[in-house]
């Protein structure tokens, strides 16, 4: 196939545009800068040059292409507060890539994340019938999921909070470390208990290379290989690195130890990933979240 990936270049993008062209696809990026562009040309792949604000180019590149995979987002904005405008821009882009492949039973594999279903399954494991109605994010995710009927093979990859490997910069682990670097301890709320799942950074892009290939018009698949960590134990292991004690904080003092992860920290999250495993045939073999802190890379890279 010839796909169009947003995001490319980035962390996952970085990924999976090898293992496209490795399974022999031709992979064309949308590039926001020429940094991104000479990137991706080294990488063996096209380039199109543009942004998620520009439509007309996103567009285009869906209508001449077999396949796309929508990684990019506003995380930047997101981060610094904007969460709302991120998931407007979020939404806009997929409609204007799903309007141009309409009809054409072409795949269009977009991204969420499993946080989302701390609030649709509370106090279980979830499973990809999970869902919620409407909201920031989800509003995309239904949008592609509605897309299968009219004509479009539209899947949806939520991924684990953190997709963890050497590839990671700016996700939640480097930040947490960072913090802990800062504060000269790495903190868990309350009991912490509160359970992420993860997966790694290759395991996430062969999934949505799986999905591109094989999965059904409006599934839903779960990146999640570690079902759930708990968050003490991955501030015990960020701690191991960084020679640093784990500590508890309540639940009113989060925010001055974990910023805006606070929130999150505190969402219970256990996630299966059992239908998607077996629906595109996904078998994840590389290290698990705690595993790979303990390899050290997080520590010499930061």
């Avoid at 479009?152 to 470390?177: C, E, K, N, Q, T």
């Avoid at 359970?195 to 290939?213: C, F, G, K, S």
């Amino acid at each position: 196939m010839r796909v169009f990936v947003t995001g490319a270049s980035g962390h996952i993008g970085s990924a999976l545009v090898p293992d496209l062209l490795a399974a022999g696809h031709q992979v064309v990026g949308l590039a926001r800068s020429e940094a991104s562009a000479v990137a991706l040309k080294s990488a063996g792949a096209e380039a199109r040059r543009g942004s998620l604000d520009d439509l007309d180019v996103l567009r285009d590149a869906a209508a001449a292409a077999d396949g796309v995979i929508h990684l990019a987002y506003k995380h930047d904005i997101s981060f610094s507060g904007d969460y709302a405008g991120a998931a407007a821009a979020d939404l806009r882009a997929i409609e204007a890539m799903g309007a141009a492949l309409e009809g054409s039973g072409k795949p269009l594999v977009v991204t969420s994340g499993t946080l989302l279903l701390s609030y649709a399954a509370p106090g279980r494991v979830a499973t990809e019938d999970d869902g919620l109605p409407s909201g920031p994010r989800i509003d995309s995710e239904n949008a592609a999921v509605a897309l299968a009927a009219h004509g479009v093979r539209s899947s949806v990859v939520r991924l684990a909070p953190s997709v963890h490997s050497s590839l990671d910069r700016h996700g939640f682990v480097p930040i947490l470390i960072e913090l802990a670097r800062k504060n000269g301890a790495a903190a868990y709320v309350g009991d912490g208990t509160s359970r992420w799942p993860a997966v790694h950074t290759l395991d996430a892009a062969r999934l949505y290379r799986l999905a591109l290939e094989s999965a059904p018009a409006g599934s839903r698949l779960h990146g999640a290989a570690d079902e759930g960590v708990p968050f003490r134990a991955i501030a015990e292991a960020i701690g191991r690195g960084l020679g640093v004690p784990a500590v508890r904080v309540a639940a009113s003092d989060a925010e001055k130890h974990l910023g805006f992860l606070a929130a999150f920290a505190q969402l219970d999250n256990p996630t299966s990933s059992a239908r998607t495993r077996e629906v595109v045939r996904w078998r994840p073999t590389h290290p698990g979240l705690l595993a790979d802190i303990d390899l050290g890379h997080y520590f010499r890279s930061a």
